[in-house]
C-alpha cells in the first residue's frame, strides 16, 4: 500500500459551531510525508503546522490546534473523514479559528473527498503493528489498545440521562464500514448543555442542523436520529479523528469506556511513545483500514 493524496483541491465554508462565523477551508494535494497540514491561512505569515497528538492545545469540548500565530479548533470531523477514507497527505488551509461543522457528522467531508478524488503516491505506507497492551484510565473512563491482526473499535457510553443512557458499538474497520457506519453519525448535546453554553457566549453557531438536541425523553431533531445508536458511534467517529493524529496507520482493537477528548489524546500520545509495544512496518498482512471509498455495511 502506498501513501495517498488528494487528486484535486476542496473548497468549502460554513458556520463555526462555537464562534458562529461563516469560515472558509481549502484543502490541497500534498506531497509524500507531510502528513494532514493545517494552516491559518487569515493570519498574515502564517506557516503550515502538522496535526499530531503534541501540537493539541484544547480538548474542551473540540480538538483545537497550535498553528504558530494561531490555533484552529474542531479538527475532528475532517481528520476522521481523511483517516476513513485514507488520506495520508494534504495541507489544510483555514480562514478563521476552526473548520466549520457543516451538518455535525463527517459525512460532508466524506462526499467533498470523494468529489475530489484520492491518487497514490510514489511512497510505502508506514503502519504500526502492536505487540503489547496499552490502558490509559482516569477515573471510570479508559480507553486501551489490545494487539490484533485488524484495525477494531469497540466504544461504551453512559450518561445520566433517560432517552441516551448507555449505548455500545463494534466495527472491525479491516472489513470496511467507515462512511455507512460512522461518517454520518452526528456531533450531540443537552438542552440544559446547550442553554448554559449560549448563556456563556460559546457555541455560537450551534443548532438542530448541525447536532442533534436531547431534551428529556426525546430529540429536538424534527429528522429523527440516523442511526439507533447515533451517539455512540459519533463518539467513535471523534476517537478515530483523534488517534489520526499519531500520523500512521495501526493495527489493533481499541476499547473505550466513556472517552473524550482529552482521554482520546492522551492515549494517542501514550501510543507513539510507547515504543517498546509497536515495530513500523511497511507492508501489511491485511487492511488496518479498509480502502478507501468501500461502502460496506458493517454490522455490530
Not at 73 to 91: F, K, P, Q, R
Amino acid at each position: 500500500m502506498f501513501q495517498t493524496t488528494l487528486n484535486n483541491t476542496i473548497k468549502f465554508d460554513g458556520i463555526g459551531l462555537h464562534s458562529g462565523e461563516t469560515i472558509q477551508v481549502v484543502v490541497n494535494p500534498s506531497y509524500t510525508d507531510t502528513g494532514i497540514m493545517f494552516r491559518r491561512a487569515d493570519i498574515s505569515g502564517s506557516a503550515y503546522t502538522k496535526a499530531s497528538p503534541y501540537t493539541v492545545t484544547s480538548t474542551q469540548l473540540a480538538t483545537s490546534i497550535n498553528c504558530g500565530k494561531g490555533s484552529i479548533s474542531t479538527i475532528e470531523h475532517l481528520m476522521g473523514a481523511l483517516y476513513g477514507l485514507g488520506v495520508d497527505n494534504a495541507l489544510v488551509d483555514v480562514y478563521g479559528t476552526e473548520v466549520p461543522i457543516l451538518d455535525g457528522s463527517a459525512y460532508p467531508f466524506v462526499e467533498m473527498i470523494r468529489e475530489a478524488g484520492i491518487k497514490e503516491l510514489n511512497i510505502k505506507r508506514k503502519y504500526l503493528k502492536f505487540k503489547k497492551r496499552i490502558i490509559i484510565e482516569k477515573g471510570d473512563k479508559w480507553i486501551e489498545l489490545i494487539p490484533s491482526r485488524f484495525f477494531k473499535v469497540t466504544f461504551g457510553i453512559s450518561f445520566d440521562d433517560n432517552f441516551v443512557q448507555e449505548q455500545k458499538a463494534y466495527f472491525n474497520f479491516s472489513d470496511g464500514g467507515f462512511i455507512e457506519d460512522v461518517a454520518r453519525a452526528r456531533t450531540f448535546g443537552f438542552k440544559k448543555d446547550v442553554d448554559a453554553l449560549h448563556a456563556m457566549g460559546l457555541a455560537k453557531g450551534g443548532s438542530l442542523e448541525n447536532a442533534v438536541v436531547v431534551d428529556g425523553s426525546g430529540i429536538l431533531n424534527p429528522e429523527g436520529l440516523r442511526y439507533n445508536d447515533e451517539f455512540v458511534r459519533h463518539k467513535i467517529l471523534d476517537l478515530l479523528g483523534d488517534i489520526s493524529l499519531i500520523g500512521y496507520r495501526f493495527y489493533g482493537h481499541v476499547r473505550a469506556y466513556k472517552s473524550g477528548h482529552m482521554l482520546n489524546n492522551i492515549f494517542a500520545r501514550t501510543l507513539l511513545e510507547s515504543t517498546n509495544c509497536y515495530s513500523i512496518i511497511e507492508q501489511p498482512d491485511m487492511p488496518a483500514f479498509s480502502s478507501l471509498l468501500e461502502l460496506k455495511p458493517q454490522g455490530i
